[in-house]
């Protein structure tokens, strides 16, 4: 499901504040979908579990070129660590595009950036099965509406562990979060 989300205070306190907005949306993100049990749950063997989203693996740019890699590092609750931790992971990754090895790690998040132009519906390039149960969220260009900086947002999650109620309270609990900076 795509919506948009008001990002507007919280683009200026990320400003203010010297921080880039990808990670700090990021970490938000993250700790909001944490607040929701259906959101941590995974199957892995046939079975489904509840673990908190401890990881976060995340698109950002190869240096001097037009390729993506994909970054492996673990959530830091300390929002400013965060940023700055994921961006050491993704300097010392370099210009590998993906360790697989990481990546197979079920308590993460997929979380990628299309800043260029804004979207209404957007799906991950793919392969899912019934086993995999990792949410995948997408954040398209900002568009000035009305005066607010609006975001909109995809996210993709296991159906089966993911109902409308709680992308519901997702979306609120996003909204509340973005609008207390």
């Known amino acids: 499901m795509t919506f948009p989300i008001d990002v507007t205070k919280f683009?200026?306190?990320?400003?203010?504040?010297?921080?880039?907005?990808?990670?700090?949306?990021?970490?938000?993100?993250?700790q909001?979908?944490?607040?929701?049990?259906?959101?941590?749950?995974?199957?892995?063997?046939?079975?489904?579990?509840d673990q908190p989203i401890q990881f976060v693996s995340f698109t950002d740019l190869i240096e001097n070129s037009e390729l993506f890699k994909m970054v492996f590092t673990k959530v830091n609750d300390n929002p400013s660590l965060f940023e700055?931790?994921?961006?050491?992971?993704?300097?010392?990754?370099?210009?590998?595009?993906?360790?697989?090895?990481?990546?197979?790690?079920?308590?993460?998040?997929?979380?990628?950036?299309?800043?260029w132009a804004a979207f209404n519906h957007f799906t991950h390039a793919t392969k899912l099965g019934p086993?995999?149960?990792v949410p995948r969220i997408s954040r398209g260009k900002f568009e000035d509406i009305n005066g607010k900086k609006m975001l909109n947002l995809s996210i993709e999650a296991h159906h089966g562990l993911v109902d409308g109620i709680h992308l519901g309270k997702l979306i609120q609990f996003l909204q509340e979060a973005f609008n207390q900076h």
């Open 131 to 133: 086993t995999d149960s």
């Open 32 to 49: 909001q979908m944490n607040r929701i049990e259906n959101f941590r749950y995974r199957i892995e063997d046939g079975k489904v579990f």
């Open 11 to 30: 683009y200026q306190a990320t400003k203010q504040q010297n921080r880039r907005f990808y990670f700090a949306m990021m970490h938000v993100v993250i």
């Open 84 to 115: 700055s931790e994921a961006l050491l992971a993704s300097k010392k990754q370099g210009s590998t595009l993906i360790n697989l090895d990481t990546e197979m790690v079920l308590n993460t998040v997929y979380i990628t950036s299309f800043p």
